[in-house]
């Protein structure tokens, strides 16, 4: 009878751990065994990157550069999401996005992109490239969508990238369709 009740409380602390690890996730699980938590992530120039509230791990980061047809240029940091799961994630939760950063989406295909802001917590502009890094269509100033159903945003023709930046940097940049954008 001792062995059964062995057996069972081992059967229910296993449920346990692979439910808290579903629940808080491997980053939270493996933070609490080596001390390092996944907000202190560095990017490669060596700066701390501050993230959300949410503990969100930063992906990859590129330098990217926007050339306007009049010759001036702008620089920035981003992350980049090229698989479904980190496309999928974007920029939810983050609070804050500094200014000299943003998100490139990469997809697979060439396509219509559509974009929403649920559980996006700060506004945004979206600059839809087509296969060589040309802007082909903007959406200035996305607004947070506080409650569903979200409004849609999508490419006014079939891209490739999505360059996600802080809302108003497309106006204070002149950003218009035709610019280039390399990284």
Known sequence: ??????????????????G??????????????????????????????????????????????IQLRGGREY?????????????????????????NQGMLFIFDEIV???????????PLDMIFLDSAGKVVSLTKNALPCAQEPCRVYSSKVPVRYVLELNAGLANEMKLKNGDEVSW
């Open 75 to 99: 620089n920035f940091r981003v992350e980049i999401a090229s698989s479904d799961a980190d496309r999928e994630r974007g920029l939810m939760f983050r609070t804050n996005l500094p200014s």
């Open 20 to 65: 808290l690890i579903l629940y808080f996730g491997y980053n939270f699980i493996s933070s609490m065994f080596t001390g390092k938590m996944a907000n202190t992530q560095q990017n490669s120039q060596g700066a701390q990157n501050s993230l959300d509230g949410d503990k969100q791990a930063m992906l990859p980061m590129k330098d990217l550069k």
């Open 112 to 122: 219509i992109q559509r974009f929403w802001m649920k559980n996006t917590l700060i």
């Open 1 to 18: 009878m001792a062995d059964r009740i062995i057996q069972i409380v081992k059967f229910f602390v296993f449920i346990l751990i692979v």
